[in-house]
C-alpha cells in the first residue's frame, strides 16, 4: 500500500528492457540493503542487490545483500524477488531497476526503524539469535594454520591482557571434506556412513586439538571453526577419497542443488568453481551435513 503523504509521484513502468520503479520522497537518509561495508547512510548512492565474491576492499559490492531498505522520513521497501535489483538513492527521488523479466513483488512498509524492521522480519522469518558469547571479541586470522599458532595467540592475549571471547580458526581443514583436520589419518568410510572422534589419528600442524581446546577453554575462549557450505570441486592433482564417497552419496541421495534439468547445479564462476551446493532446504541435508561435523562437537567445539 502507498502512503502518499510519504510517497509521491510513485511510478512503475518499463521501457523494452527493464523494470523502472520511482518516486519522490522527503529521505535524507536510507539505511538496509544486507551487509555493506561502504556506508552506513546510502542517500546519494547507486548499489546493487547481486551477491558478488570478493576477497577484502569490497567497496560497495557485497555477498550478502537484501533487497530492504528503509529511510528517515519513516518508510521501508522490501523488495522480494530472486532477481538483481539496483537501486538509485538520489535525495529526494529514488529509483528501483530490474531487468523487464524479473519477477517480483513490492513491499512497502511504513512507521519508526523498529516497527519498519520488526514488519520485515515477520515478512522473512524470525531470526534466531546466536549464543551470548558470539557478540563479544573474536580473534582470527587466515594464515593461523597450526596448533601452535593458536597456542601462541592465547599467551599473546594474556600477556597484553586482550579479551579474547571467541578464536575463529580458517585454515584448520583438509581443504577438501572441511571436516576434517588437516593432517589427521583415518579409515574412509562411504558417503552416508560418519567418522567419530575414536576413528581418527591427529597429526601433522594440529597434533593434539583435544587439548588445545581444553586449554582455550580454561581461558574462558570458544572455538569456531571456518566453514564452507559447498561441497569442493576438488583442485587438479588433489586426491581425497573420503571426499569423492560424500560427493557420490550426497548426489546419489538427492542432498544437493540441481539445475533446471534436475542435473547437480556447479558454482559457475568466482570462488570454488565447479563445486556443489548442499539443499539445506531438504531436512535429510541439514542431518547428513551435521552428523559429519558431530565429532568435532564431541570435541568441544563450541
Excluded at 35 to 50: A, F, Q, T, W
Excluded at 143 to 150: M, S
Aim: proline share 5%; net charge negative; glycine share 6%.
Amino acid at each position: 500500500m502507498i502512503n502518499h503523504n510519504i510517497i509521491r509521484n510513485f511510478t512503475e513502468k518499463t521501457d523494452g528492457e527493464q523494470i523502472i520503479i520511482e518516486y519522490d520522497c522527503d529521505a535524507t537518509a536510507v539505511y538496509g540493503l544486507g551487509e555493506r561495508y561502504c556506508s552506513v547512510n546510502h542517500i546519494g548512492k547507486k548499489l546493487k542487490s547481486l551477491v558478488i565474491e570478493q576477497f577484502c576492499e569490497q567497496g560497495e559490492i557485497a555477498y550478502l545483500p537484501m533487497p530492504f531498505y528503509h529511510a528517515n522520513d519513516g518508510h521501508g521497501v522490501f523488495v522480494e524477488t530472486a532477481y538483481e535489483v539496483d537501486f538509485d538513492f538520489t535525495e529526494g527521488h529514488f529509483r528501483i531497476l530490474m531487468s523487464k523479466d524479473a519477477e517480483y513483488k513490492l513491499n512497502f512498509i511504513y512507521g519508526t526503524p523498529k516497527e519498519i524492521i520488526s514488519r520485515f522480519i515477520e515478512m522473512t522469518g524470525e531470526i534466531v539469535l546466536p549464543p551470548k558469547w558470539a557478540f563479544g571479541v573474536w580473534a582470527s586470522a587466515n594464515r593461523w594454520n597450526c596448533q601452535k599458532d593458536i597456542e601462541e595467540q592465547m599467551e599473546y592475549a594474556e600477556k597484553y591482557d586482550y579479551p579474547i571471547n571467541v578464536v575463529v580458526i580458517e585454515a584448520w581443514s583438509d581443504e577438501a571434506t572441511f571436516y576434517l583436520w588437516n593432517g589427521s589419518k583415518y579409515d574412509v568410510v562411504d558417503g552416508g556412513e560418519f567418522l567419530k572422534r575414536e576413528n581418527i589419528q591427529f597429526d601433522g600442524p594440529w597434533p593434539s586439538p583435544d587439548k588445545m581446546i581444553e586449554e582455550l577453554h580454561k581461558r574462558g575462549m570458544k572455538l569456531v571453526l571456518w566453514q564452507i557450505p559447498a561441497l569442493k570441486e576438488l583442485d587438479p592433482g588433489q586426491v581425497c577419497t573420503q571426499h569423492d564417497n560424500d560427493c557420490a552419496y550426497a548426489v546419489e541421495h538427492k542432498l544437493v542443488g540441481t539445475d533446471l534439468e534436475g542435473n547437480p547445479y556447479k558454482i559457475p564462476k568466482q570462488w570454488f568453481i565447479g563445486s556443489m551446493l548442499p539443499d539445506f532446504a531438504n531436512p535429510k541435508t541439514k542431518e547428513w551435513w551435521f552428523a559429519k561435523r558431530q565429532y568435532l562437537l564431541d570435541m568441544g567445539v563450541d
